[in-house]
């Protein structure tokens, strides 16, 4: 591990004060390793949030300097939990839609750099080794490469408390898995398993537990020495399958929208996925997933609904 | 971002995680209370309750003219929130603890030190800091309220609203509560009143996250 000098535009970056980001520079591949941590919930906070675009930015304005980017989670069994719940309840409670619609223009414009980084130069792999849920999932999919631990598991639980992913899930999983896939996830709230999200072509590959760290080295090395062709490649993929900001900005203004609605039941809903990632934090063996489960039981019974077998296998 | 309400959550958002994540806030929410820490919580919260209105009542009467609107918020604020230490004195006495001995209570350090700020901010400082901590006590409450209640309801095993009637009473959307105090934030001008508005929910989140540290 090779740190720079100070005066150039990385040790720069790396120099910064983080508070919920560890950064890593290894030379001879140009690649910075960002693990996050915004203990001890780790969720898109808005502090969080400011801290990833700064990264974000800083590559931006030293173009060349980075090949590749890496993201991980350095909280034991969470990647991330997605959307800061209590920020939301915050503002759901204060009917203040235009805060909301900048909550998410913050988070798409994190997505929005990952879609563009093949543009400026930089090969971009996650290695996802906890629980991802919502917007945590979101985040995950507009990376070049996804790799996800056998025992992680990821959905989007928002239709549960009456809301939807409004950061990216609908444009990302339909371009990699289809209309039908979107629609089985979205609309579900179901979680799945590192291989069922293998099948169905939104991760690109499953480790074993404790090997994510050598398939990350290996996925680099291996791109990096054809990675002009690959970025260009890349941005080929993204002029066939277009994304566009302005999609993923009404998009996050339906969200912002359909979020206004949400009443004290939906909103008690959250709290109990809060609570929940709360018990897991503290070292519970149940969290957010199984709470999720629960949920979705409650629900089913409450409605006399089907379709819920799938549960039983993921227990 | 846009209005002063979004400037005020930006502001203190790291205040009021730093409450969310504190370990004894985490564990309250996660799993409840004993009998005797949330007896001690609800003692140091009455302290707080109690001097709510008379905070509000130094800051009305020396709010100038020019932020009128903010007097007439208050005046409403507070009967609205007129006899709701009884709440609290009913839920004490839910969990054994006899409203007579209310007034014997020797409040910790942090609350009176709380306390003691909100009433010197209000006459020393810029009187419309009032708002800030009704924020952040009206965070607290709504936000975390409901799932604290839960969890002291099932680790006290108490029923229904039955010694959690006050932490509970603001999670609901009906109270509206937020939503009034966004739009009379978005109503405040000039920076020495936003300043000390800031202020004063950065206070009020430390605070209280102490008194929930301590007890």
Known sequence: MNVPRPDSGIPGLLARPYRF??????????????????TPIQCFSLAGIAEMQRVLDDISLNPGLVRHLVVSSDVTGVF???????????????????????????CIDMVWWLETAAQRGVHTTVLVQGDTLGGGLESVMPFHKVIFE???????????????????????????????????????GKLFTAEQLYRRSLVDLVVDDGRGEAALDH????????????????????????????????TVDLWAEAALALTTRDLRLMERLARAQVRKVGGADEGALHEIKRIELDTAWGEERTGITEWTTLG | ??????????????????????????????????????????????????????????????????????????????????????????????????????PSHRPSASTLAVIGYNYWTADRRDPCSVLG??????????VYGGAFASAVRESLLL???????????????????????????????????RQAIVESALVNFEFVTRIFAEI
Not at chain 1, 98 to 106: I, M
Not at chain 2, 56 to 67: L, N
Not at chain 2, 133 to 142: D, G, N, P, Q
Request: glycine share 8%.
């Open chain 1, 80 to 106: 991330n939990f997605g959307g800061d719940l209590s920020l939301f309840s915050l503002l759901v409670r204060a009917q203040d839609a235009e805060s909301l619609r900048l909550y998410g223009r913050k």
């Open chain 1, 150 to 188: 056998r025992s992680a598991q990821a959905g989007f639980p928002e239709v549960l408390f009456n809301l939807f992913p409004g950061m990216g899930a609908w444009h990302y999983t339909i371009r990699k898995a289809g209309f039908a896939v979107a629609n089985d996830m979205v609309l579900s």
């Open chain 2, 133 to 142: 901590m009704m924020y952040a006590l009206e965070v607290i409450a709504s």
């Open chain 1, 219 to 250: 996925v680099v090395r291996s791109i990096d020495p054809r990675l002009r062709g690959t970025l260009v490649a890349l941005q080929g993929q993204r002029l066939a399958a277009p994304i566009t900001y302005e999609s993923l900005s009404a």
């Open chain 2, 1 to 102: 971002m846009g209005d002063f309400f979004m400037a005020l959550v930006e502001s203190t958002d790291q205040a009021r995680r730093d409450f969310e994540t504190h370990p004894v806030a985490l564990g309250a929410v996660a799993d409840g209370l004993s009998v005797e820490r949330y007896r001690k919580l609800l003692l140091e919260l009455y302290q707080i309750v109690w001097h709510f209105n008379p905070v509000c009542a130094a800051a009305a009467s020396r709010i100038p003219d020019s932020h009128r609107q903010v007097r007439y918020f208050l005046y409403r604020h507070m009967q609205e929130e007129s006899g709701h230490e009884q709440w609290v004195g009913n839920d004490l006495e839910a969990i054994g603890v006899a409203s007579a001995t209310l």
């Open chain 1, 21 to 38: 980001l560890r950064l890593e520079w290894t030379s001879d591949l140009a690649l910075l390793r960002v693990r996050t941590c915004v």
């Open chain 2, 159 to 193: 029923v229904g609203d039955r010694g959690v009637s006050f932490i509970g009473s603001h999670a609901t959307m009906d109270t509206e509560h937020m939503v009034h105090l966004r739009e009379i934030l978005n109503t405040v001008e000039g920076d020495s009143a």
